[in-house]
């Protein structure tokens, strides 16, 4: 059974930096590009953004709203993936979702079909 | 960045059918994904790709495509089918960026 579990949220104060993880198990973590997506309360889903897996270069690619502030990684010796958040700022307050992308050759989509049950980040002073 | 566009609600009476929209121009380029979301719970997928559904999504869950517009459509909606859902796509602006629609609630009558 694929399972994506978020961990490290908490409450943090402006400024300041925070490291989530997401724990995989069930599936070849490797292979898999993972992304984080957020939701602040009640509003939408945000991409923040994703690593590609080592055969794709394993490299990152940002939203405009976190790019410089933030960073993702991966270990996948491990099975985690990791989203540094410095410069925390109020408006990063959110429930942090990593998910699991997956390419869909028919379509040419790119589908998030595993989502964690989130961790919530709350940055006030 | 590309923008995709919901209803921010609408509804359905128990039984019926509705159709979720979504627009956007990057839809011209790439199809959207559908997510449900119920209170409290993360998104699950129910649709992708050309109308494709991923194992334990019902078969009353169906997608389609025209212009820069998706559509996922429940036919013959239950209860259960009462939520948020979301589209998401590719961004064809930035083809490694990613954009989700604001999000339509479903109210079941």
């Known amino acids: 059974e694929v399972q994506l579990v978020e961990s490290g949220g908490g409450l943090v104060q402006p400024g300041r930096s925070l490291r989530l993880s997401c724990t995989a198990s069930?599936?070849?973590?490797?292979?898999?590009?993972l992304t984080w997506v957020r939701q602040a309360p009640g509003r939408g889903l945000e991409w923040v953004g994703f690593?590609?897996?080592?055969?794709?270069?394993?490299?990152?690619e940002y939203a405009a709203s976190v790019k410089d502030r933030f960073t993702i990684s991966r270990d996948d010796s491990k099975s985690i993936a990791y989203l540094q958040m410095n410069s925390l700022k109020t408006e990063d307050t959110a429930v942090y979702y990593c998910?699991?992308?997956?390419?869909?050759?028919?379509?040419?989509?790119?589908?998030?079909?595993?989502w964690g049950q989130g961790t919530l980040l709350t940055v006030s002073s | 960045s590309s923008e995709l566009t919901q209803d921010p609600a609408v509804s359905v009476a128990l039984g019926q059918t509705v159709r979720i929209s979504c627009q956007g121009d990057?839809?011209?380029?790439?199809?959207a994904s559908w997510y449900q979301q119920k209170p409290g719970q993360a998104p699950v997928l129910v649709i992708f790709?050309?109308?494709n559904r991923p194992s334990g999504i019902p078969d009353r869950f169906s997608g389609s495509s025209s212009g820069n517009t998706a559509s996922l459509t429940i036919t013959g909606a239950q209860a259960e089918d009462e939520a948020d859902y979301y589209c998401?796509?590719?961004?064809?602006?930035?083809?490694?960026?990613?954009?989700f629609g604001g999000g339509t609630k479903l109210t079941v009558l």
């Open positions: 998910t699991r992308e997956v390419f869909d050759y028919g379509s040419g989509s790119y589908p998030f079909d595993y």
């Open positions: 069930g599936f070849t973590f490797g292979d898999y590009a």
């Open positions: 690593i590609r897996s080592k055969a794709y270069g394993g490299t990152t």
């Open positions: 990057t839809l011209r380029n790439y199809y």
């Open positions: 790709g050309k109308n």
């Open positions: 998401n796509s590719r961004d064809s602006s930035n083809n490694y960026h990613v954009v």
